[in-house]
């Protein structure tokens, strides 16, 4: 199993980014999916996250400008960052607990590559 984000990049405060996380691989289910991110020197933290029934959360930092979505046929987990603040770069992780099609149906936790996100002022 393996998870590739993408979407990140350079954006002017105030903007907006899309992030996008797909997960490859043999997979039975896909529960929790989230999004941390890590400012160098500093630990992660998380960001948004989405059960599969649909439960959200936010952190404060973010709440009101983020919004977070899933699409389960094409097993992708999105991040909609708007108003974007210097404050918002980061490195940004996808994270995803996948249950995969072994006779146990075992769930592991699985992190992607990470995709830069640098707001400028």
């Known amino acids: 199993v393996q998870l590739q984000a993408s979407g990140g990049g350079l954006v002017q405060a105030g903007g907006s980014l899309r992030l996008s996380c797909v997960v490859y691989?043999?997979?039975?289910?896909?529960?929790?999916m989230a999004w941390y991110r890590q400012v160098a020197g500093e630990q992660r933290e998380l960001v948004s996250e989405?059960?599969?029934?649909?439960?959200?959360n936010y952190s404060d930092s973010v709440k009101g400008r983020f919004t977070i979505s899933r699409d389960n046929a094409k097993n992708t987990v999105y991040l909609q960052m708007n108003s974007l603040k210097p404050e918002d770069t980061a490195v940004y992780y996808c994270?995803?607990?996948?249950?995969?099609?072994?006779?146990?149906?075992?769930?592991?936790?699985?992190w992607g590559q990470g995709t830069l996100v640098t707001v400028s002022s």
């Open positions: 691989g043999p997979i039975f289910s896909i529960d929790r």
């Open positions: 994270n995803a607990d996948v249950v995969v099609p072994t006779p146990g149906r075992y769930e592991y936790h699985y």
């Open positions: 989405i059960t599969s029934g649909g439960t959200i």
